[in-house]
């Protein structure tokens, strides 16, 4: 818990905050998953009863995390945060939120909930890499085409990654096992 706070306090630092999100893929692919490991960190290894009723299978806090993460992946919200003081403030609050919420949800879930997550993750990033890299305009006005164009190179490569990963272990992880 003290950690997080800690990586918190870092992160709302100006010079860290300026720097960065001044680069569109720091903003997305560095800044965004820190504040939602100052969630996961947050939670720490505490029963949290106050959620067992609400969130008994993880299903709902599960479906409030992912909510509040695409809303974070569309080019506006991610353009608003620079711009409106309350947007920023949203960014600070949600994400922590949604990793504190991730943490507590994720091992309360069925293999086929999460099955589905890691198909739609997939998907999702596979449209954003399409978006960004297929569109000849600027998407986000905080941002120059050349920086959009190397977010959907990441997004392409987080999903080719994934794919490979998902090959593996459905192929050759239990072929890998048997040799050892």
């Known amino acids: 818990m003290k950690l997080a706070i800690v990586f918190f306090i870092l992160l709302l630092a100006p010079v860290t905050r300026d720097s960065l999100e001044s680069v569109m893929v720091l903003h997305m692919f560095v800044q965004l998953p820190l504040l939602i490991l100052v969630g996961v960190l947050s939670h720490g290894n505490r029963n949290w009863h106050f959620l067992e009723k609400w969130n008994e299978n993880g299903v709902a806090g599960m ?23 309350g947007m920023e403030v949203w960014k600070f609050v949600s994400l922590p939120l949604l990793g504190f919420l991730w943490r507590n949800s994720w091992r309360k879930l069925g ?9 739609n993750f997939l998907s999702m990033f596979g449209l954003l890499a399409w978006l960004y ?7 986000c006005n905080n941002y120059l085409i050349n920086e959009q164009q190397i977010v959907g190179a990441v997004y392409l490569s987080v999903v080719l990654v994934s794919l490979l990963y998902l090959v593996y272990i459905g192929f050759f992880r239990g072929l890998v096992e048997e040799a050892k």
Do not use: C, N, Y
């Open 63 to 85: 479906l409030l995390a992912v909510g509040v993460l695409f809303f974070w992946m569309l080019p506006r919200s991610l353009d608003d945060a620079l711009t409106e003081t």
């Open 133 to 139: 890299l297929g569109t000849p305009v600027q998407i």
């Open 111 to 119: 293999g086929i909930f999460k099955s589905f997550l890691h198909i």
